[in-house]
């Protein structure tokens, strides 16, 4: 295990090597063409403008030449003219403070003009061995100023594997245009007017300054790479190293023993984590849990230490430390622009949590209004109590959808063309594969304000008779007699027809009907009183107003009688249906009155009615019937 750490760290320490040289590489091929075209153009344009500047500060120095020959000539006249000369030596003193004036203001305009430039100027580094000496941003003829930091770099960079090079071997020639730092025969940089122009020193000054950075840089790297700085270097090394393992060794012992001491007292650590009477974790995978973040965390204390020893192994070596600088780029980069990108972020954070908090106070206050107006407690002139619920619900979706408009542009990423080509493809999703949901909504808002039945009511929609237990937006659920629950879509109930049988029953009750059929022979008087006696005697039905009957009609063989009574529960039809027909028998046949129609054909000799025997006096007699006869209907009583 040890060793496989140690290898790990090597192998990780060399492909971040590779990695970072890769890297690199990557950096310098990742500039597109564009923008070093771009770059390329600044440069020439300020370099034109330096030589043209350049120019006219040859032309200012020339004439800052002359104006001191011409003012030196003055204070001459001025030192010979006499006491008496005074309004003469006042002329010469005007013009020598007008020369100065003159001279003061040309600085001051070079100086702004200089200035101007440097904003806009794109300068390359000379960098030999990975440290910047000096920045090149003019161009030496046709040389752009890149060319020439290139350049200057090789020839450090040979400069430094010359064994006779020395650190006093470099030479400044000053020449009419420029100073040259020379070694030997070969030149190795130009300084002109223009370069120092820019610095604002002399030509030669600045020569001699880049003369002593490049002997300083040339002696520094020569003594970083002696053979004694390369063996302390290795020791260093193999410090890290071991040092990385010893810690590595001991930190893996110590979770070890942790995890050895949570086994061995998780009776007493462990008790299961509960919500009430739900158990969310037994105590065997809190265990479980426990030991796997004690593993988790392990290997991310390893792969920290890792992290911090590998760039502290690559700065002991000079051409390895961009290395380190890489590796901790590749973390903080994108870290730093995270920090930043949240912190930036945070003024829309504040505005959008505000918006929420208006609109969640802002449905707040509905939802009370609407439960209010639901309770009937607050009450406004046309506008019904079982509107308040479903009003907020749509008052509410539209809230959230006017929030949801007003933060979306608070939203990170809300202005990128990516972000917005997914809205309107899901947008387009959405319209296409809800149409029929949206109508069903739409039914749905219709339906609510219609108002054909609420949640209770017994309907009939179609042919589906039940409760209403469920209206929502999209559907409504009916729950049948036999229990069964039938969920209709709310365009078929638009589209379709609806009955409401509870609408106006506490009012003034549904009334429910009946009919049978009685012959002629019977009084129509006597079967209104059985029918009547039989709604009276029929649980659910309503004394008041009282049951009345109607004669339908008059037909071959019977007269069709219908039974009216008034009802308050239509949920329980059925049962009170039933009830009333087995009423209606009950009282007939105590009575001696026989249903037999419609359509009720018997042949029989009289010697037994239709009557149950229960309900037949003792002294009963059967009556004699004409056999022959074929009346459908009551049959006809012999004489």
Not at 29 to 44: V, Y
Not at 88 to 109: G, Y
Not at 420 to 445: D, E, P, R
Request: glycine content about 4%.
């Amino acid at each position: 295990m040890k060793l496989k750490v140690l290898s790990l760290l090597i192998g990780i320490g060399s492909c971040f090597a590779g990695q970072a040289k890769q890297a690199d590489s990557l950096v310098i091929k990742s500039d597109s063409l564009e923008q070093a075209r771009k770059a390329q153009h600044i440069s020439d344009s300020i370099a034109n403008q330096l030589e043209e500047y350049s120019n006219l500060v040859r032309r200012s120095e020339q004439k800052r030449i002359d104006d001191s020959v011409k003012k030196a000539e003055l204070l001459q006249q001025i030192t010979l003219l006499k006491e008496n000369d005074k309004l003469k030596q006042a002329d010469l003193l005007r013009q020598v403070k007008n020369i100065e004036i003159q001279d003061s203001t040309r600085k001051a305009e070079q100086l702004k003009r200089i200035n101007q430039l440097k904003e806009t100027a794109v300068g390359y580094p000379v960098t030999p061995f990975g440290d910047t000496l000096f920045m090149v941003f003019t161009k030496l003829g046709p040389v752009m100023p890149k060319e020439r930091a290139a350049n200057i770099t090789k020839k450090i960079e040979v400069l430094y594997q010359d064994d006779s090079f020395k650190p006093d071997s470099l030479q400044v020639i000053l020449n009419e245009s420029t100073a040259d730092i020379t070694f030997g025969e070969m030149i190795l940089m130009s300084v002109t007017d223009t370069d120092a122009l820019w610095v604002g020193q002399d030509k030669k000054a600045l020569a001699t300054a880049h003369a002593a950075a490049i002997s300083k840089s040339i002696e520094a790297e020569r003594d970083a790479n002696s053979w004694k700085n390369i063996l302390l270097r290795a020791a260093l090394t193999m410090l890290i190293i071991a040092g990385t393992y010893g810690l590595i060794y001991l930190l893996n012992r110590l979770f070890r023993k942790l995890n050895l001491l949570i086994i061995v007292k998780k009776d007493s650590i462990f008790h299961g984590i509960k919500f009430r009477d739900y158990e969310i974790l037994p105590p065997k995978r809190e265990l479980d849990l426990t030991l796997r973040i004690s593993t988790i965390l392990k290997w991310a204390v390893f792969g920290l230490l890792m992290y911090i020893s590998l760039p502290l192994l690559f700065s002991v070596f000079p051409f390895t430390r961009g290395w380190a600088a890489t590796l901790f780029g590749w973390v903080w980069q994108p870290t730093k622009g995270i920090l930043v990108s949240f912190f930036s972020y945070l003024p829309n954070v504040f505005s959008i949590a505000i918006i929420y908090l208006a609109t969640h106070y802002a449905i707040k206050f509905i939802k009370f209004v609407a439960q209010e107006i639901a309770a009937e407690r607050l009450k406004f002139t046309g506008f019904y109590a079982d509107w308040a619920m479903p009003t907020f619900n749509i008052v509410k979706v539209l809230l959230y959808a006017f929030m949801f408009v007003v933060i979306f542009p608070y939203l990170p990423g809300s202005d990128s063309k990516i972000f917005q080509g997914v809205s309107v493809f899901l947008g387009i999703l959405f319209s296409l594969g809800s149409s029929t949901a949206i109508a069903n909504a739409v039914a749905g808002l219709v339906i609510t304000y219609m108002r054909p039945f609420k949640v209770g009511d017994r309907v009939k929609i179609d042919d589906i008779v039940g409760d209403v237990v469920e209206k929502s937006l999209l559907v409504t659920r009916i729950r049948t007699p036999k229990n069964e629950d039938i969920t209709v879509p709310n365009a078929s109930i638009l589209g379709g027809k609806t009955v409401n049988y509870s609408t106006s029953s506490k009012e003034l009750g549904l009334v429910l009907h009946t009919t049978v059929t009685i012959g002629y022979d019977v009084p129509w008087r006597q079967v209104h009183e059985l029918l009547i006696a039989a709604a009276v005697a029929t649980e659910g039905i309503n004394d008041k107003p009282t049951p009345f009957i109607l004669q339908t009609s008059l037909d071959d063989y019977y007269v069709s009688y219908q039974l009216n009574a008034y009802t308050s529960e239509p949920n329980k039809m059925p049962r009170t249906y039933s009830d009333l027909h087995q009423n209606i028998q009950d009282k007939f046949n105590e009575s001696g009155v026989e249903i037999l129609s419609p359509h009720y054909r018997a042949l029989r000799d009289g010697n037994m009615v239709t009557i149950p025997a229960s309900y037949l006096p003792k002294d009963y007699q059967a009556p004699v019937f004409n056999v022959s006869s074929h009346q459908s209907g009551s049959p006809t009583k012999k004489d």
